[in-house]
């Protein structure tokens, strides 16, 4: 990748090289074992120009959510995120029975169903057809689409102009963020709000959250970065929070362009924040490789040292961020037996490049392993609680991100 995506600079300075992976969300059926897999490099750079971290876009969004193993309904934790910020909105902007919400992949409807039962009009936008059904079958109004400035001028026409638009966990999942930005423009009512909860770059570079990198992630972004894509398309950031979802994320709220005013003291502070950090300039990402490196080295010694005293790992898990972890870690089931997951889409399927099975959660509670790798460490409370039960045969869960934690759980 020689050009940046959204200002077209080609200062373009390496963040990290994590090697070459699979897709990540491409988990194989057992007859997909003895075939070839294809594996694509995985290298994060930052544009110097405008700041915007990326990767380059090997791997199209059509090949990666046409049919999507990602629900998520499945996370209890996300569902209340969702419920939380979805009574939060109807308030902060005065939502109501002739208000219209919009929500750009809005997977299985987790987010928008909280908005059908406050009965206020939605739709959801989502490209994954096998999501996407799910959704319908639960109620909530849904396109199977990708979203461009045509998509959101065709929604905006058959069904009007959104008051909100909601784009949670995508911005950072498509390459053409400019042509996605104009079509959330499309969307929007020309007094109407976009709020986007994204990944901070500031928290994955402070906490060593390299495991968030892969392809389905094209770019990452500041709170200046993203300021300066949301202007790609007519809008402009006016308020900014700090949130603990996924590791630490950013809530970005923006209006279009002609009504939007001045920022909030928070995207003052928060761009004061990542100055600071060296976020602006190059110094801020010099030591993040050598960093990735100890965390991986770290894992690895425990993994090699508990097989060498016959103690037995699994993991727990199998999201996207797990599979970059155990790639540029060369793990493979001599050193992680299995892992399992709640999601029934995924069980009976390996893990891609690393191949380890994925099995049902019951299983380890038959296995009763010594240890418990947990791969959504972003979970890290609510798989506490739902892993408490290990206690009762002294098993301890593992944490590798930020920094390798083993700890006890009482059952």
């Known amino acids: 990748m020689t050009t940046c995506r959204l200002c077209g600079s080609t200062s373009l300075a390496s963040v990290v090289d994590l090697g070459a992976t699979p897709p990540c969300e491409r988990f194989l059926t057992a007859q997909q074992l003895d075939e070839p897999e294809p594996t694509y490099p995985l290298h994060l750079r930052v544009c110097t120009e405008c ?40 308030q902060r902007l005065g939502l109501g029975r002739d208000s219209f919400v919009v929500e750009v992949a809005s997977n299985d409807g987790y987010l928008l169903k909280h908005v059908v039962e406050q009965g206020i009009r939605c739709l959801g936008i989502e490209p994954s057809v096998n999501v996407g059904k799910a959704a319908r079958e639960a109620g909530v109004p849904t396109v199977t689409a990708f979203l461009s400035p045509e998509t959101g001028t065709w929604v905006r026409e058959r069904h009007g102009p959104a008051d909100l638009v909601v784009a949670n966990n995508v911005y950072a999942h498509i390459p053409d963020v400019i042509g996605f930005t104009k079509g959330l423009r499309a969307l929007v009512a020309d007094d109407g709000w976009v709020s986007i909860e994204v990944q901070h770059l500031l928290t994955l570079i402070e906490k060593v959250q390299y495991d968030t990198i892969y392809h389905e992630h094209f770019q990452y972004y500041t709170v200046e970065s993203a300021r300066r894509a949301l202007a790609s398309g007519g809008l402009s950031l006016v308020d900014v929070e700090l949130l603990p979802t996924h590791g630490g994320s950013i809530r970005l709220w923006a209006r279009p362009a002609e009504v939007a005013g001045e920022p909030s003291a928070r995207v003052v502070d ?73 999601n029934p889409y995924k069980h009976g399927r390996f893990t891609p490049g690393t191949r380890i099975p994925i099995l049902p ?48 759980v009482a059952p």
């Open 51 to 90: 700041w915007l971290a990326q990767i380059p876009p090997l791997i199209s969004p059509e090949d990666t959510f046409t049919e999507y193993a990602y629900f998520s309904s499945f996370s209890s934790s996300w569902v209340e995120h969702a419920k939380t910020f979805t009574g939060q909105a109807v």
């Open 270 to 342: 928060v761009l004061a924040r990542e100055k600071a950090a060296g976020l602006h300039e190059l110094s801020g990402y010099a030591e993040f490789a050598a960093a990735v490196n100890r965390v991986r080295l770290d894992l690895l010694r425990f993994l090699v040292d508990a097989a060498a005293h016959g103690k037995t790992v699994v993991g727990y898990g199998a999201p996207g961020k797990g599979n970059t972890l155990l790639n540029h870690c060369g793990i493979r089931p001599d050193l992680l037996a299995y892992t399992v997951d709640r």
């Open 361 to 408: 959660p019951e299983r380890i509670a038959a296995d009763r392993p010594d240890y418990v790798l947990v791969l959504p460490w972003n979970l890290r409370a609510e798989l506490t609680d739902q892993l408490s039960y290990i206690g009762e045969w002294g098993a301890r869960l593992v944490f590798p991100i930020p920094r390798l934690e083993i700890i006890e």
